[in-house]
């Protein structure tokens, strides 16, 4: 517990530091919102007007102060841009950019670990030398770029996918999932690649081991040795990957989500930078980093878990 302390308390100091370098950071690169939304034509009184009204115009500790605080009771500021509030614009995007991140982690976990399995485990050399290239080839191949084919080939050539006819979860949860199962395969493919290398590597090192030929000598099986030893400690490994596997998935969904129209925070986070809507961008920086930290934090709990030799130490 004293460490699971200790590391719950790291978490909340790395969100403070980087909602504090989210919000210095977009104080200091060219360019003022004022200009933005007035004009280039607009006078010195009134930017300097503008910039009273939305709180810009104090110290930049305080107004970070100020902000921080609103933030965590829910309040994520006004959008410069759209006058409205940022939570109210959020909440209708996150859950589909959260939603095509789960889909792809999940198709992550389902395909690569029976397949690592099976690739570990195999006898067979035609098999073995099949996996390794299929897999080094499937890793080289962006996910975008996976996106643009399957769009292609579903879209254009077989007519069974259409770009930009979304169905949001609100009107029909089937016709969501529907829609965004071929974004999570685009995302998923590359590190269920990934995922299935590293278990197989992982599985060979642990099959090579002194314990294994001790379970041999003793009348075990292969199967039993697989399922009761050697998955438990090639496993370990893996559970890391997967926990950075699932944060990058959430950056990836966002660039994925241009390639087929997907209204979810993609096209409000490019259109926040280029207008220097800061309030928006922050705070999607913000929650892509603490989704970040938390999966990494929720990771670390269950690698003590699995191995007993690290709560040890």
């Known amino acids: ?39 280039t034509e607009a006078t010195e009184e009134a930017k300097a007007a503008l910039r009273a009204e939305l709180g810009l115009d104090g110290p930049a500790l305080s107004r970070y102060w100020n902000w921080l605080t609103a933030f965590v009771t829910g309040d994520m ?44 485990s195999a006898k067979s050399k035609a098999a073995d030398v099949a996996i390794s290239a299929l897999d080094q080839m499937v890793m080289s191949v962006p996910p975008f770029f996976i996106g643009i084919l399957a769009t292609w080939i579903f879209g254009t050539v077989l007519n069974v996918f259409s770009t930009g006819s979304f169905i949001s979860y609100t009107e029909s949860w089937s016709g969501c999932i529907g829609y965004l199962i071929l974004p999570a395969c685009s995302i998923a493919i590359p590190r269920i690649a990934m995922t299935v290398r590293m278990l197989r590597s992982s599985i060979i090192a642990e099959l090579q081991k002194d314990y294994v030929r001790t379970a041999r000598s003793r009348g075990a099986d292969r199967g039993q040795i697989l399922s009761r030893h050697v998955l438990k400690n090639a496993l370990i490994p893996v559970i890391t990957f997967l926990a950075v596997s699932a944060a990058e ?17 993609s096209q409000l986070l490019m259109t926040s930078i280029s207008g220097r809507d800061f309030p928006v961008v922050q705070a999607i920086v913000v929650i892509l980093a603490a989704w970040i930290v938390i999966v990494n934090f929720a990771a670390d709990i269950l690698y003590r878990l699995a191995d007993p030799r690290i709560r040890v130490r």
């Open 1 to 39: 517990m004293k460490n699971i302390a200790k590391k719950f308390l790291t978490l909340i100091i790395t969100l403070f530091i980087v909602s504090l370098l989210a919000f210095l950071a977009f104080q200091v690169i060219p360019g003022d919102p004022t200009t933005k939304m007035l004009g």
């Open 77 to 120: 500021g006004t959008s410069y841009s759209y006058r409205m509030p940022v939570a109210e614009m959020l909440s209708d995007k996150l859950p589909i950019t959260f939603l095509l991140s789960v889909m792809s982690f999940v198709l992550t976990v389902v395909v690569s670990i029976p397949l690592g399995i099976w690739a570990g």
């Open 249 to 265: 998935i959430m950056t990836g969904s966002i660039i994925i989500e241009r390639v087929f129209a997907i209204p979810g925070v």
